[in-house]
Structure formats: C-alpha cells, structure tokens
C-alpha cells in the first residue's frame, strides 16, 4: 500500500491495511461520503476512491439516503444550512433537492427581513426594495388609506398617498413639431402656457415620489403588529417627490416634497411667460371642428391620415436630415 494511505489525520502511522478497509466500511455504514472518509484520514477524495476501487469496497449510494433524510430533516422545519450540516452535503445540493420536489425553504417567522436602510444608496431604489416586502408594502397601503381618510381627498392628499406607494419618475417627453410656427410678434397666451407646460413636463422625468425614510423604517419596526398600518397614517404626510437619484442619507434630515418647490418654480415661469406673450388672449376655437388648411402630399398613413408636408420637414430637421 502507497505511503499516502498509511497517514491518519494525526500524522501517525497505520498498523495493517485491514484497519484501513474496516475504518473505511465503518465509515461508510455511517453514510459517510468519500470526501467525508477522506478527511477522517487527512488525504484527498480520489485517494480513498482509488484505495477502494484496489481493495474491491464498493461505493456507497448515498444519494436516495440523503433524500430521505432531506425530507425528514425538512418536516422538522429546518432550514437548509441545518439540513446541509446534518446529512453532511454541501448548501446548494440541499437547494437543488429542494426544488426539484417545489418546496418552499424553512424559515422563522420574521426570520427574513428587509434590513436596515442604506444611507449611501438613492432613496428611490432603497424603497423600491423594501416595498418589494409584500408585508411592508400591505401596511404602507393601509396607512395610505387611512391618511387620506383623515385628511380627506383632494388633489395634494392623492399626490401624497401615492407617492407613500412609490410613482415612478416620468420617462422624458420628445414632443413632435408640428407642421406650422407662429410667428414671435403674433404669439398669444394659449402658445406660451403650451410651452410654459412643455417645459415643466421635462422638469419632472427628474423627479419621483417616494415614502419618507420614516416611514419605511416605521414600518419595517412594525411589520409583526396588529393595525400597524393605523399608527403610521400620519407619517404618509411627509411622503412626496424628490429628486431620482438623492440618496437615503441627504434626505434623511428633510422631508422629501420637492414638488412643491418645482411647482413654485413653473408658477413663476408661467406667469413671466404670459407677461411677455405680444398677444394678450388665448387662440380662438375653430368653429364646427374645421381646422385651418395646410399643404398635405395626398399620402396616406395607416391611420387614415393624410402626410403634412412641413411636419415631415420639421421632424427631419430635429432629426439631423
């Protein structure tokens, strides 16, 4: 026998090759892997798979043992690192055993949480996260509801309670040009608010609505309590819009409404806006829906409509043609 099987773990010497083989079935009768066996004599897997193969000791199938165990282990509510040290297999086979049969992992009752909010990550994407917890998400909607029944319903009430549910920042708006420009000395009112409000509806593509830090550290503290939703109602108020990518730790000491500031800020641009407008009216409504003629190519679109000639030139320009 090689001098590599005559070493045990203490580095001593083996008296007779029969001790090896009767450890070696000792240790199998234990349902002990090869790998196990061979750290029980300090030499590697293949070593004892090769001094079995020489000596005629057959290899012990311990794949259906271990699934019988897996399932016993299992009904006892053990989780699968347990399972995985008590069979003596490695974290990911008790995994992959366990989806093979579609069962769920074991675990604690609030064993699973979210965790703590992260003070260098955007706001935005740390509530996301934590709304992806179904509990949470649930008790933030019940304080929702019963802010907006305090409170009543109106639009900043609305605004604020679904902002507590995360709204999504608005994707950026590429307007198409039309076939006709006014004229700078004839633009009137209706022009200006329609610009003033082009202008405002790019602003917001920055900005989303998020719960307050409180209010997700509120109900992550709350998550196993009766009527948890009832006692954070009133944080919902501090909930709004902020801008996408500030992080947990700049907002944490202000409340998260930067809607108000911006519409501040478009009120003001607005009202300049029609200041400066030369005509001082809104346009006037075309009577019976007749709209005013423009030089159209006689092309059809799939839609019905008939191709503008100077909306196409205006939309190539923009485009770089």
Known sequence: MSGRYKKNATGGKLET?????????????????????????????????????KHNIPAVNLKNNNEEKFYEYYKQKYSDKAIAKMTGVSYQAVQKWRKKHGLKPNRKKGGRTVGKIRDDRPLYKEAKRVLNNKDISCIIRDAAYEFLVKKGINTHTEITAWASLIIPPAEVFHPAPGGY???????????????????????????????????????????????????????????????????????????PDQQKKWEKIWDEYKEKSISWAPVQRESKSKAGGIQEKIRVSGKKGKGGGTKNIQAAKAFQGVAGY
């Open 181 to 255: 420009c006014i004229p700078p000395e004839n633009t009137n009112l209706t022009h200006t608010s329609y610009a003033a409000h082009m202008e405002s509806r790019q602003d917001k593509a920055g900005l989303c609505g998020v719960p307050s830090v409180e209010l997700l550290e509120k109900a992550i503290e709350l998550s196993n309590t009766k009527d948890a939703g009832k006692k954070l109602a009133d944080l919902v108020g501090s909930c709004g819009y902020i801008e996408e990518h500030r992080t947990v730790g700049e907002v944490r000491q202000r409340v």
């Open 17 to 53: 090759t029969e001790y090896i083989v009767d450890k070696i079935k000792e240790f199998q009768g234990q349902g002990k892997s090869d790998r196990e066996i061979a750290c029980e004599f300090n030499v590697s897997r293949q070593a004892i798979a090769n001094f079995r193969k």
